[in-house]
């Protein structure tokens, strides 16, 4: 057995000193990146959230679960590479005391004879294989070949993935050579309980003892071989992930990825938009190597499954933008032109002219790494980063570049062009007066019946308030928001809650200038309403729109402004809940809820508004095929509401289309933007009719109003 020992530990050598090269390779070009302190911060002061990120994320794969067969298949393959290492353990074990007594019966210390151990290592494996064809069968099915767009392998590097399968397969068939001569020769460890590796020596035990030994020990170095092998491949292909999955989600945001979008960085430091030396031309991500380490390896950790792309709704009403693609495109231009970013500049100098071609190439451009369209087709849903098994942060990407192209090289859609000078001049997107922000407190104090007085802000909150009622822009000056808003304060004033509006005094949170990537402005309008709030000792707040919601709750803290933020179908569904609101008119209607992205994907909300459904008489509810965690966008989100949807299908089409399948008397959300984008729709479809006339697109608020008052509910 020398010969055995000899030529593994050469092969080992060989193996471990090129995967060790590609590992040094891959170090030195996420370095190149730019630093990301907050991550490695956040690491260190919640060890506790981490450890339970890589027992749940990691270990417990509750992302890739939620897709069965699939899931459920990765899950065996994965633990397989866990379980089976104590095989390779043996393995080395086995070809070192081979080599030392002449007799390879190795087995690990203390646990190596346990029989449940011997049958665990065959039973992953088996599962595994199983597994494997699990795999096999959905790529043939899914093939882009077959569907095109529809695939979500569509733009996966495919070769790879199949390769990467023959090396698992490969893996497996050796270890059960290995095993079944070792079992005959007297040297598996385990009298009884591995199975399989039973079953084999019963089919090997014929050919004699000689050939066996033979068998163990060819078996045992391809065993071996078939393991170094597949480590170089998985260091030099997008298998790289089975290493780099476990440290993106320990530097990955908590609880996940959506949610507050992250402030402007330079070297790390968050930009300060008030300070004189600022560099402008270094705002946002302008060139590959401005990638934090963060987004290198998010590069490295991309499997190219295809689960963002199939639920983005850009991708599925045929727009450019795949957030699988999105990553893919800036790992390959990465990798191309990393021989200059990991060069000295002695070094440079002497790189291939291909290589320097590759500099002159934007990475946003018609001609770039990532075309424009792809960047601005996104509505920043979340849905790519929701679905994402190794916890990808497709937004932050998108939002990086963006800031880049608006801040620095004023390229955006010309219609967000005057959204901008808008909130510039006015602190609305519409470009109103600021007095038009009272309009519905009049409408409510001159109703003929039941007038209601609305309390304003005035320098300082009233004592006997508890909330402020944040209105934002859509719910003051929007005609079909306002309804929302009007439900809203009435539904308070019923229960008894005390809130008073800003008012005039109210502006933009400046949601839609983040999401477009004018973070300076939105700088100035979040510390304008910040002063404000502080100044009027502002503590509670409830928000109709899940914008504002986000922003207030999420991204205020970031600039010093922390206050108790709540939906208003949170607040509603626990007054509700509390019997301060009794709703008692039954509604007769069939009911679909669409699930605002701001509000669900990147809050979590998503029981309250369906718990107030719940609780109306008469409400027959039905889901659209994609809700909750996979609902689809109306299309407002990203600054899209402010920018012309010219490719492909309209994305609020596509989902009122959805919506009319399950045949609703009334599609209801929460959200004001929603309420807009799927009511255009909506009058759209009556128009050419598709779409009875009495249906209507209401808030949740405005169903509960009608069944606490017994009044109609007024059409959007």
Same mark, same amino acid.
């Given at each position: ?22 590992v040094l390779f891959l170090y030195k070009l996420a370095t190149v990146g730019a630093p990301a302190p907050e991550r490695i911060e956040y690491a260190r002061n919640n060890v506790g959230a981490e450890i339970k990120a890589q027992l749940v994320e990691v270990f417990g794969q509750r992302k890739l679960l939620k897709w069965n067969p699939s899931g459920t298949a990765h899950f065996f393959v994965m633990w397989a590479f866990f379980i089976l290492a104590t095989v390779y ?95 005959? =020769? ?105 990638? =934090?380490? @963060? ?140 007095? @038009? ?60 809650? @005390? ?85 008692? !008119?039954?509604?007769?209607? @069939? ?61 609020? !089409? ?63």
């Open positions: 057995m020398l010969w055995v020992a000899i030529i593994g530990l050469i092969m080992t050598a060989v193996a471990l000193a090129l995967a060790a090269r590609r353990l043996e393995a080395y074990g086995a070809l070192i005391q081979g080599a030392v007594t002449g007799k390879p019966d190795f087995h690990i210390p203390l646990v190596g004879t346990w029989p449940v151990l011997g049958f665990l290592q065959d039973f992953i494996a088996v599962a595994a294989l199983v597994g494997l064809v699990v795999f096999a069968v959905i790529r043939v099915k899914n093939s882009p070949k077959k569907l095109g767009r529809k695939s979500r392998f569509s733009g996966s590097h495919l070769g790879g993935a199949w390769l990467v399968l023959f090396m698992i397969f490969n893996v497996i068939w050796t270890m059960f050579l290995f095993r079944g001569a070792a079992y005959n =020769t007297g040297n598996l460890p385990y009298a009884s309980g591995a199975f399989a590796s039973e079953a084999t020596a019963a089919v090997l035990h014929p050919l004699g003892e000689t050939a066996n030994e033979v068998l163990e020990g060819v078996g045992l170095l391809l065993h071996i071989g078939v393991m170094l092998v597949f480590l170089v491949i998985v260091v030099n292909s997008k298998h790289l992930h089975i290493f780099t999955a476990p440290l993106n989600v320990l530097f990955s945001r908590r609880p996940d990825g959506n949610g507050p979008a992250q402030p402007v960085r330079i070297d790390g430091e968050v930009v300060d938009f008030e300070d004189d030396d600022l560099d402008g031309d270094r705002l946002g991500r302008g060139k590959i190597e401005e990638t =934090t380490w @963060k987004g290198f390896l998010d590069f490295y950790t991309c499997t190219e499954c295809g689960r963002c792309q199939s639920q983005c709704p850009a991708w599925n009403t045929d727009k450019p933008l795949s957030p699988k693609m999105l990553i893919i495109d800036q790992r390959d231009h990465a990798f191309k032109i990393a021989p200059y970013l990991s060069a000295t500049q002695e070094q440079r100098e002497d790189l291939p002219k291909d290589v320097l071609a590759l500099l002159e190439k934007p990475l946003v451009g018609e001609e770039g790494v990532i075309h424009p369209d792809v960047l601005w087709s996104c509505t920043n849903c979340g849905a790519c980063v929701e679905q994402c098994p190794v916890d990808i942060e497709h937004i932050d990407h998108i939002l990086d570049m963006r800031r880049y192209e608006a801040m620095v090289k004023s390229n955006f859609p010309s219609e967000a062009g005057v959204m901008v000078k808008n909130l510039e001049n006015k602190g609305n997107p519409w470009g109103m007066s600021e007095m @038009k922000r009272a309009d519905w407190i009049e409408e409510l104090a001159s109703r003929e019946d039941d007038p209601i007085e609305i309390q304003l802000v005035d320098e300082k909150m009233p004592e006997d308030t508890e909330y402020l009622f944040w209105v934002g822009c859509a719910g003051a000056l929007e005609d079909r928001a306002k309804k929302t808003t009007k439900a809203v304060a009435e539904l308070l004033h019923i229960a008894g809650v @005390k809130f008073a509006v800003l008012g005039p005094m109210e502006v933009c949170t400046g949601d839609p200038a983040r999401r477009l990537g004018m973070e300076y402005i939105f700088d100035m309008l979040a510390k304008q309403n910040i002063e404000t709030l502080n100044e009027a000792g502002v503590k509670k707040i409830v928000a109709t729109c899940p914008h504002c919601f986000n922003t207030l709750a999420n991204e205020y803290p970031q600039l010093g402004g922390t206050y108790e933020v709540v939906h208003h179908t949170q607040l509603l569904a626990k007054l509700v809940d509390e019997g301060q609101l009794v709703p008692v !008119t039954p509604i007769e209607e @069939k009911i679909t809820y669409h699930d605002p992205c701001f509000l669900g994907r990147h809050n979590k909300v998503y029981s309250q508004p369906r718990d107030i459904m719940a609780k109306v008489p008469g409400v027959k509810t039905q889901e659209m095929h994609r809700h909750k965690e996979r609902g689809f966008c109306c299309g407002a989100g990203g600054a899209r509401m402010w920018m012309e949807e010219r490719i492909g299908k309209r994305i609020n !089409t596509e989902r009122v289309d959805e919506a009319l399948t399950t045949d609703p008397d009334t599609i209801s959300t929460a959200c004001p933007f929603c309420l807009v984008m799927l009511g255009d729709s909506i009058n759209e479809k009556k128009n050419t009719g598709e779409a009875k006339e009495t249906l209507e697109v209401v808030d949740v608020s405005q169903l509960l109003i009608k069944s606490i008052k017994g009044q109609p509910t007024q059409p959007v």
